[in-house]
């Protein structure tokens, strides 16, 4: 379920990008290349244009002007090999759907319209359940499970794309610590498999543990290596308070146990 | 028991009428699941009243009315989208735009004859009763059709309930799929309005797909559910009318909002009761 990819690099090229909605640009001058193996971290306030840049990277909003390929093509042309798990769900408490169908639907852009969904896929659903520790939720509805419970269903979901590209918008909203940690270790199984990832968080730790952050304020206040672009002053422009690094416990963690580009040495 | 199908079987009227209301049943139970779901309650109440002024003309000059609601709804839909493209209105308020001047235009043709008394009483109330067999043809023609879209679309239709930016992200146009279902809408409201009327048709729409989202755990069962508390409403309200000499449509959509408010109150115990185990499990 986890074969290497043969995808080649760039995944994300992205120059002079300016994003927005129809005449409004949100942020200007976006910067960056994003290889295979690694991944984006996008930290920021809300409206500071995380979301916005998520959703102009898998091709759901043109960008404003400027460059940006998604695996060397306009990214509304590839849309197939990207798995994109937005904020908000809609109607999570009304359909009438079980958990392996939610998860299930992960695998129409391979299936297609009518084509037939064949046992292989039906093992990518259930080995995504498992990944998200879910699957003895398999035949339970969507409107009975939790909070959390309904995250990581629809995290499973993304996984059951098998995309060579993960687009994720706060992904880790109502998920608790065990959740949390199953969900570290399923970015670090993507990651190994050849995958990249872009994800927008609140959690200033998250962001740093990956390949690269980008701090977002209505525009781009810094994008790098985390422990060189995350600092004191960078934070305050992006988020107008002081956060001090490294000193209160859940916010920072300056120091890093695995290395950025291979986290499948470790 | 024979006073269950004695109406059936010695009145071809009632007979038709019930193959009508049938088809009704299947069509609104499978479509009002996805009006539901998506939350189109609106642009279906608009398409149910917005068909009257191409129901009118079409009577005016002698055409079949269906021709007429079919025309109405093109336009409905037509004009809802070119309002939320060229403007940052919500689709909300372009249907509620749509809505109201359909309507009222509908109502000053109709006010401006004199040979519409009749008339409208059936456009509104829908003429059951006198359902011809054509029609009734022309109604299993658009539930197969209808049916055969489901059955095709059914992926994106699924995606376009979870989450429409899934159905883009998945390869399926949100936009061409969400017009496909409006289509749908259209197409079931135009060929129900005949049997229920166009005030009551979206009761079916509405009423059935309603009550069975309180059971089903799936949607295919919803649509199952759905058709079931159509028929159960088609069949139970076209005995009342006959034995009771009430209008046939408005008892039929009756039946079917107290199927609702049954439902509704059984599954209100049935979670209180629920509720009330875990409770004492729990102390």
């Known amino acids: ?54 959703k102009t990277l898998v091709g759901l909003l043109p960008a404003v002007s400027g460059s940006l390929e998604v695996f060397g ?56 359940m498992k990944r998200m520790g879910v ?27 098998q995309a060579d590209l993960l687009i994720l918008d706060e992904p880790t909203t109502g998920l608790d610590a065990a959740a949390r940690e199953i969900y570290q270790q399923m970015l670090r199984d ?28 209505r525009k781009v206040v810094a994008v790098g290596r985390g422990e060189k672009v995350v600092t004191p002053e960078a934070l305050l422009q992006t988020f107008g308070i002081t956060i001090t690094l490294g000193k209160k416990p859940g916010i920072t963690v300056i120091e890093r146990e695995h290395s950025h580009d291979h986290p499948c040495d470790d | 028991m024979s006073w269950l199908i004695e109406p059936f079987a010695s009145n071809a009227f009632m007979l038709r ?13 499978v479509v009002g699941t996805y009006i539901v779901l998506r939350g189109l309650a609106f642009i279906g109440d608009a398409l149910a009243h917005g068909v009257l002024p191409g129901v009118a003309v079409a009577i005016l000059l002698g055409i079949p009315g269906i021709i007429g609601a079919a025309v109405s709804a093109v336009v409905m839909i037509g004009g809802i989208s070119v309002i939320t493209r060229k403007s940052n209105l919500s689709s909300d308020t372009a249907i509620g735009l749509l809505f109201i001047s359909m309507l009222a235009l509908g109502v000053i043709i109709v006010s401006r004859s004199t040979s519409f008394s009749g008339d409208l009483v059936r456009i509104l109330f829908g003429e059951i009763l006198g359902i011809n067999t054509q029609s009734v043809i022309l109604q299993a023609i658009a539930t197969v059709v209808i049916l055969i879209t489901v059955a095709i679309c059914e992926r994106p239709f699924l995606l376009l ?36 009327g166009t005030m009551l048709v979206f009761g079916m729409l509405i009423a059935p797909a309603g009550a069975a989202a309180l059971l089903a755990r799936r949607i295919r ?24 000499n009430f209008s046939a449509g408005s008892t039929i959509v009756l039946v079917a909002s107290l199927i609702f408010f049954a439902v509704l109150l059984f599954k209100t115990i049935q979670n209180s009761r629920q509720k009330q185990k875990a409770v004492i499990s729990h102390d």
């Open chain 1, 1 to 54: 379920m986890t074969e290497p990819l043969k995808t080649s690099s760039p995944v994300i090229s992205a120059r002079s990008l300016n994003i927005g909605y129809r005449d409004e640009t949100i942020v200007s001058d976006i910067n960056f290349t994003l290889d295979r193996h690694q991944s984006l971290a996008l930290i920021g306030t809300n409206g500071s244009g995380k979301s916005t840049l998520l």
């Open chain 1, 73 to 128: 093509q306009n990214p509304g042309l590839v849309t197939r090999r990207i798995a994109y798990l937005s904020q908000f769900q809609s109607s999570g408490f009304i359909l009438p759907l079980r958990a392996v169908d939610v998860v299930t639907m992960g695998r129409y852009a391979n299936a297609g319209l009518t084509g037939r969904l064949s046992g292989e896929d039906q093992d990518i659903v259930q080995t995504s």
């Open chain 1, 135 to 161: 699957e003895k939720l398999r035949d339970k509805t969507l409107r009975s499970l939790s909070s959390g419970q309904q995250q990581r269903v629809y995290i499973a979901q993304t996984l059951a794309r």
């Open chain 1, 190 to 217: 993507e990651l190994c498999r050849g995958a990249s990832i872009v994800v927008a968080t609140h959690d200033i730790q998250e962001a740093m543990d990956c390949s690269l952050t980008m701090l977002l304020a």
């Open chain 2, 17 to 29: 009428a019930l193959i009508a209301g049938a088809l009704v049943s299947i069509v609104c139970g």
């Open chain 2, 161 to 196: 309930c979870f989450n429409p930016e899934q159905a883009q992200i998945s390869g399926f146009s949100s936009r061409l799929y969400h017009n496909i279902m409006l289509a749908m809408i259209a197409l079931a409201v135009v060929i129900s309005f005949q049997t229920v």
């Open chain 2, 221 to 244: 069962t919803m649509m199952v559910y759905s058709s079931l508390f159509g028929l159960v409403s088609v069949f139970s309200g076209l005995l009342i009318s006959y034995f009771f």
